[in-house]
């Protein structure tokens, strides 16, 4: 790795600045030979559970603002076709600002931070605050705010990303690593700002999001039968192993799961390893998640420590290629449960202490690729239809800081801070980006509505 002098980082970012000015970044128009945004949703779908194909289809069908949540494919095709940054971070690859959240660190404090890392990979850092830039817009148009509210909240969160770039290019190395957000800090923050109605409101939902733990889960997706504890049954959406293996094969499941969560131990580190080893295996269930991820395997496990009130609930998700590699190289890691693992632990400013990976040969024979988390563990979501322009603004902010905090922690900060500079133009240019392509969200939702008209495609919506 060459050791540059702050200068040295600075002149580089200055000479991006040259090659591709601030301003270029405004630019969006599909080109002639943009691929079909259906076949590319199509194709995903070939390795996902085909009955869940169409709760995706159904969930992204709600709103032009759900349809791109599930289709980070079709952003990626399209950030592809226009001029490529060479100043790479690690990317989360699909950084809406649904997937920034509230969550539970080792230490036990509530922080605010990145919570999706299904695509992260190395690439272009503005590919990042594009698809944060127009998610915001798109969310604007949901809730009704007018063309300039939206303006103002996008501008907002991209001048917090500039800001927060500079003063963290500012920053000594590990000052930048140990950064983060702790919500009593934003708390502290914004209490003039958001008025007390606003704060209370959200405190109330800090309260909530700290009972959301493995007991909270115990509690509400278990049931006894037969003397013992079993994962419920909803399906489509949450489907126990009892539901499809019984006898000899049920049996040889839990085998097979044993030997997972083994192999899957060997990648948490050593002191960690120790706690989960306390822990026995209960029950399994397949559970459908998110927008984006519906048709990925995702399983729930519910293990036992002491006795049946020290449950702990873990997440094994299926892990594919990021949607990224197609047009910016295959992954450095052979598991893609490694390759999420490893980007969510460089962009995080504090990860599950059960994070871990694993390669699993299913029924089929066809092995696929995992990896595993606590199932809850204070996390919390924001409902971005039920902020205000204000909490959005607010909300907004929060995501551009932590965005750069989590550039900043991969990638060449002084650099990106020089090319970024102390004028708005790149927020005014990304702000007209997420305009433009918003608008061309809106067209592909109009087009997956009438793939499901026309039968292309099934649908199912409600779930």
Partial sequence: MPHLTAEEHA????????????????????LPYRPDPIALLEEQAK?????LVPIRYGRMLVSPFTFYRGAA?????????TTRSGLRVQLCGDAHLSNFGVFGSPERRMVFDINDFDETLPGPWDWDVKRLAASLELAGRDNGFSKAARSDIVLTTVRAYREAMRSFAALRNLDVWYASLDIQ????????QVGRDRLNVTERNLAKARAKDSLQAYEKLT???GGRRRIISDPPLIVPMEDFVHGVDREQLEQQVREILRGYRSTLQADRR???EGYNFADMAHKVVGVGSVGLRAWIILLFGRDDQDPLFLQAKEAQASVLERFLGKSAYPNSGQRVVAGQRLMQAASDIFLGWQRVKGADEIERDFYVRQLRDWKFSVDIAALDRVLLTTYGGLCGWTLARAHARSGDRIAIAAYLGKADTFDKAIAAFAIAYADQSERDHQALAAAVKSGRIQAESGL
């Fill in 11 to 30: 002149a580089r970012g200055k000479a991006e600045r040259a090659e591709i000015p601030r301003a270029a970044h405004a630019n969006w128009e599909a």
């Fill in 47 to 51: 390795t996902r559970v085909p009955e």
């Fill in 73 to 81: 494919c079709v952003m990626a095709s399209d950030l592809a076709a």
């Fill in 185 to 192: 800090q934003i708390l502290d923050r914004f209490r003039s």
């Fill in 223 to 225: 049931r006894e039968v």
């Fill in 274 to 276: 120790h706690v989960l």
